[in-house]
């Protein structure tokens, strides 16, 4: 591999800094880039470099522009605090100390300690439904330790200012899907710079969970992502066929832009360049929304980025072929409750049922699905049965989708997270949260995610360190398997379908179709199918 000079030096002062934890604990880690110096902190035995910009701010011009890399800041730079967050909304699992248009920044978690080469990296890409949270709610301090890996946690831009897209952005041609976009540029960010921190530019995971995992599963169908990352992990969320095309998402677009007064037109943008991150966000779904009416921004294929949907890419081998972890929670549905129904004091009604599943689906396979597939009758109640619907549909079939596709082509391990005990973030007040959408969060990182307080117990504390193990793992070789004492983990396949269960003090496998019988998958797989035609 070739290095230019700065970067040689780079890598060979980081890791003297990097590698010897003693001379840590006296001052600041020093890492030098072509652009300038990094004066990191060290807390809790890892050396953190936190705010590092990874491209322009995108205001101005740049708002709704693909990102440009950074411009060398020269001398040294301050990386002992976070860079802003995204502007969003002041909800639950939101981010709100400090929102700024200014936010394309990264951190980067280096454990202490002399290692005989060079660390894996995990690149984690956030979740929150395109419209909260930032890298800074993510303390990787914990997951690094346990991996021995170098770990980087990005922000990119969220709502209306990554994923609005008009007809005024087709004619301007200066970007498109502006927060995966973004996502991108951090991971060459990443490939560029990350041998400074003594992290292996040639053993990347790139990881997400939700709309993380979402975005990770068009990345791994995305020609302009090819040699970004070497592994790859999605945790709760794989894109759904029936990507829009261009044509529809800047109608889409166009009808949100008129709600801030930005008419379709040779001044749309200039219109929309003016308008405030306040003022995009008065009129823009939110994370509460979710449960009702789906995501509220929506990918669409840009012939060079996104070209074709996840599982078509999937089964065509058109893909960027990788070892792949991809798992799920046993009740996601039950994560978007709360917030869009119960908390208001009443519970979720069989109206509200049939018109969310509405809004899921299409009317065309309602009736199948709240009157056969997932009668409230036979489950319990509304909510149980469209959490269930939710849990089904949106996540464990198309994740086992995706195991299905990949398997016969790269190395494939998949999970159940199904922790029914886990730590609450909201509490709904008529069901049990069960293992809902982002529970394993507290797992994964070892420390409080969203709002929920770290209350771990022994035995779910033992359960988290054998995650992070595979994980561990999963980024050294791209094998899960090998740690001593570790339940063994089955390379997935279609035979026999093996997804590791992940339970306190209870890991098991559930294989033979034991899976896919308790989510309805044919059944789901046969609507992805006729999704994809457009039949449905």
């Not at 549909?393 to 391990?413: D, H």
Request: contains cysteine.
């Amino acid at each position: 591999m070739k290095h230019t000079w700065a970067r040689r030096v780079g890598a060979t002062i980081s890791m003297v800094c990097l590698g010897m934890g003693v001379a840590q604990a006296q001052s600041n880690p020093v890492v030098q880039l072509a652009e300038g110096d990094l004066i990191g902190i060290v807390q809790n035995g890892v050396s953190q470099f936190r705010g590092i910009p990874y491209a322009e701010p995108p205001v101005g011009n740049l708002r709704w522009a693909a990102p440009q890399p950074a411009r060398p800041w020269g001398g040294q730079r301050d990386a002992t605090q976070f860079g802003a967050a995204c502007p969003q909304a002041p909800e639950p699992f939101g981010d709100n100390l400090r929102n700024s248009e200014d936010c394309l920044f990264l951190n980067v978690y280096v454990p202490q300690g002399s290692t005989t080469g060079r660390r894996p990296v995990i690149v984690w890409i956030p979740g929150s439904g395109q419209v909260l949270g930032s890298s800074r709610q993510y303390d990787a301090t914990r997951l690094a330790q346990a991996t021995q890996a170098v770990v980087v946690t990005m922000n990119y831009r969220l709502g209306a200012l990554g994923w609005l897209w008009t007809s005024g952005m087709v004619a301007e041609a200066k970007g498109h899907n502006f927060a995966l976009q973004d996502q991108q540029e951090a991971m060459r960010w990443v490939k560029r710079h990350i041998e400074a921190f003594n992290g292996d530019a040639d053993r990347i995971t790139m990881a997400g969970e939700s709309v993380g995992s979402i975005s990770a599963s068009l990345h791994l169908v995305s020609p302009t992502a090819a040699g970004l990352f070497h592994r790859a992990i999605l945790a709760s969320g794989i894109e759904p066929p029936g990507l829009l095309t261009s044509a529809k998402a800047a109608e889409l677009g166009d009808a949100f832009a008129a709600k801030v007064g930005c008419a379709a037109g040779p001044e749309q943008l200039t219109c929309l360049r003016s308008k405030s991150p306040q003022e995009l966000l008065k009129v823009s779904p939110t994370y509460a929304d979710i449960g009702k009416d789906g995501l509220g921004w929506r990918n669409f294929i840009d012939g060079e980025m996104i070209t074709t949907d996840v599982f078509a890419a999937l089964s065509k081998g058109n893909f960027n072929k990788v070892p792949l972890m991809v798992g799920t929670t046993k009740d996601e549905g039950r994560g978007f409750i709360p917030l869009s129904f119960d908390l208001d004091g009443t519970p979720m009604t069989q109206d509200e049922y049939i018109t969310a599943t509405n809004k899921f689906i299409g009317s065309f396979m309602q009736p199948v699905l709240t009157g056969l597939m997932y009668p409230s009758s036979k489950l319990g109640s509304p909510a149980q049965a469209y959490s269930q619907l939710v849990t089904d549909g949106w996540f464990a079939c198309q994740a086992n989708e995706v195991a299905n596709r990949a398997s016969s082509q790269v190395p494939t391990y998949a999970y159940e997270f199904a922790d029914r005990t886990a730590p609450e973030f909201v509490k709904d007040p008529f069901m049990e949260s069960g293992a809902f959408h982002a529970s394993d969060l507290l797992y994964w990182f070892q420390t409080p995610v969203g709002g929920a307080p770290l209350t771990l117990s022994p035995a779910q504390k033992r359960l988290s360190d054998q995650m992070q193990t595979y994980w561990k793992q999963f980024a050294e070789t791209g094998n899960p398997n090998g740690a001593a004492n570790a339940v063994s983990w089955p390379r997935f396949n279609k035979l026999n379908t093996p997804y590791l269960t992940l339970v306190p003090d209870a890991i098991n496998v559930q294989d033979w179709g034991a899976f896919q019988r308790a989510h309805q998958c044919a059944a789901w797989s046969l609507l992805y199918s006729m999704r994809s035609l457009g039949i449905a």
